[in-house]
């Protein structure tokens, strides 16, 4: 998000973060959200709950799309992120449907802001 903010304006290093992010969600999709560990009797000693794989995933991704949804190349690869990560496999089939989501609001967004540059292009006689 840092790369892409105004002052900073870096593609080349929001693209490497992307891959880096890339290789993080695909390695959260292997692990549950919730975990039991029990003792030899089956008594559950520790329940832990970790982030909504969901959640995790539209917060790293808002902030980022929101910095970055002037740039087509960023843009594009936050889409090839979330397409590629829907061809692994996922301990929940949930994590699936949380990807297309997002997916499709990443689409829209860079649909949507494409649609607006043209729109002002034609406006002052750009295009």
Do not use: W
Request: net charge negative; charged share 25%; proline share 2%.
């Amino acid at each position: 998000m840092k790369a892409m903010s105004p002052g900073i304006n870096a593609p080349g290093t929001a693209l490497n973060a992307i891959d880096y992010l890339t290789h993080l969600f695909s390695i959260r999709m292997t692990i549950n959200d919730e975990a039991q560990y029990q003792d030899e009797d089956g008594n559950v000693l520790i329940y832990e709950e970790a982030m909504d794989f969901g959640d995790l995933l539209h917060d790293t991704l808002y902030s980022i799309s929101l910095y970055s949804k002037e740039n087509a190349k960023v843009m594009q690869r936050l889409i090839h992120m979330l397409q590629t990560l829907q061809t692994l496999p996922a301990e929940k089939k949930s994590y699936h449907t949380d990807l297309c989501r997002e997916e499709q609001q990443m689409q829209k967004l860079a649909k949507k802001h494409t649609d607006d540059f043209v729109s002002n292009a034609k406006q002052f006689n750009l295009s």
